[in-house]
């Protein structure tokens, strides 16, 4: 990982991400690495001793670039500490105020920095000082109100009545979160800030930071906050929450990236399918819905399988693999003996899969049959006699057969049916049940082409010898 050196030009912050789209963007890393120990929340980073380290935590942050698998050019930016930036101060001492804040909260009642420092004289100050009496520094908030102008919400307002005198350094010399976003964001230049509405009470404190610097504030768009159905912010009790775990579970990138987009955003019209181009060409902060969207997990299924359906065979077949192998039912000597077989196999299972995982959970008896059959399938098809028989009669037909392909299997079946003055069904579910163990699956005849002719002849004789013997 190479690192910007302070003197080159950027326009963001933390990790510069260069998808080829003709400019720079920066995605921000809300996270402190302090006294060896990383402390979640905290935009400052105030040293780093063990690059490796936080370059491993950086990646295990960052799941969702692994999957994205995007070209992107990753330089990462630490934040720093502008101690020498003056502002409009007044310098807290810790105490007495703690003790009133916690007496405010233990009764249940509002509790707002009563100035009690601003009012020290300056000999009590420097009386203060000479003990070595801990102290921080608060910004002074005016009175009036705070305004600045959201890409999603719109204009938005709070009379600075509402907001405490915030402290910007710590008693340990170390700066807050809106302190050293916005230091930090005029040392980089930031254009936008982006993020989620959950922080819109900290942008009021950051625009009253920006004024105190006599700076204009960079254009921010806070985007809707993810809820579960329940409507409560998405967390690990809804299911997967890192993308990591989604392409596990078989989850295409491109299937995912579209699903993330249309939460909270729109392409004005009834499309969902978009390209990766195309999201790039319509999205607009300025259309984004500043409503909290809901995370639909069958909707991103359906969506993954509608991409899925899209794919090409050789390329779903290279991402079915890793599949199939972590089910331990091909190795990885199978891909390169038998890559045109499994080739077949893809498209039994194309048209109804959701997830990549579907091919090796649905299609594993294609792979290693145990003969075990489905319960309610087995008592309605192989409860009486005349299903071992009409299933021997079957064999025989197919022993015959020259040609082992789904049109000259169908006819024999059909055949044999029409012979014995049988719905065609009669003979087809039973056939799937001793070949698959299923009630329910990819057309018959396709599946015992791909099957193969010892295969399907191995697995109807031990299912006659399963009937006759329960019988």
Request: charged share 30%; glycine share 4%; with cysteine.
């Amino acid at each position: 990982m190479s690192y910007i050196s302070p003197t080159e030009k950027i326009v963001g912050k933390s990790i510069l991400v260069n998808p080829n789209l003709g400019h720079p963007i920066i995605l921000n890393i809300d996270d402190t690495l302090k006294n060896n120990s990383l402390q979640t929340h905290l935009l400052f980073i105030s040293s780093i001793n063990d690059p490796k380290r936080f370059e491993k935590y950086l990646k295990n942050k960052l799941t969702l670039i692994p999957i994205l698998e995007y070209k992107w050019k990753l330089k990462l930016i630490f934040e720093k500490m502008r101690k020498e930036i003056e502002l409009t101060k007044e310098k807290g001492f810790w105490g007495r105020w703690k003790e009133k804040r916690k007496n405010a909260k233990d009764a249940k009642l509002d509790w707002k920095y009563d100035r009690t420092c601003l009012k020290l004289s300056d000999m009590e100050k420097e009386e203060k000082i000479k003990k070595g009496v801990p102290k921080a520094i608060r910004l002074f908030v005016p009175e009036g109100d705070t305004t600045f102008s959201d890409l999603v919400y719109g204009e938005l307002k709070k009379e600075n009545s509402e907001l405490d005198d915030l402290i910007i350094l710590r008693s340990d010399g170390t700066p807050t979160y809106n302190f050293a976003c916005v230091v930090d964001d005029v040392d980089m230049r930031i254009s936008h800030v982006i993020r989620g509405n959950d922080h819109l009470a900290n942008t009021f404190k950051q625009v009253l930071l920006y004024h105190a610097l006599k700076l204009t504030p960079p254009k921010f768009a806070h985007i809707p906050l993810i809820l579960g159905k329940d409507k409560a912010k998405i967390s690990k009790r809804h299911g997967a929450v890192s993308v990591m775990e989604y392409k596990e579970q078989g989850f295409l990138k491109d299937a995912f990236v579209n699903f993330l987009t249309l939460l909270g955003w729109s392409p004005k019209d009834d499309r969902e399918i978009l390209s990766t181009q195309q999201m790039i060409e319509l999205f607009s902060l300025e259309g984004v819905n500043p409503s909290n969207p809901i995370f639909d997990p069958e909707k991103l299924e359906w969506m993954n399988g509608e991409y899925i359906r899209a794919s090409e065979n050789e390329k779903l077949l290279d991402l079915v693999i890793p599949f199939l192998i972590n089910e331990n039912l091909i190795t990885e000597e199978t891909v390169k003996e038998k890559r045109e077989w499994l080739l077949r196999f893809i498209p039994l299972f194309k048209e109804r899969a959701k997830t990549l995982r579907d091919f090796a959970e649905k299609g594993k008896y294609f792979f290693k049959f145990d003969y075990r059959y489905d319960p309610k399938a087995e008592k309605k098809h192989f409860s009486k006699p005349e299903a071992a028989q009409r299933l021997n009669t079957f064999i025989q037909r197919l022993s015959q057969l020259e040609s082992f392909d789904k049109d000259k299997i169908e006819d024999a079946l059909r055949g044999l049916a029409e012979e014995l003055d049988l719905n065609p069904a009669t003979l087809i579910h039973p056939v799937r049940l001793a070949t698959t163990g299923t009630s329910a699956g990819p057309p018959l005849f396709d599946l015992l082409e791909v099957l193969g002719k010892e295969e399907v002849l191995k697995r109807l004789k031990k299912a006659v010898e399963y009937i006759q013997e329960k019988l």
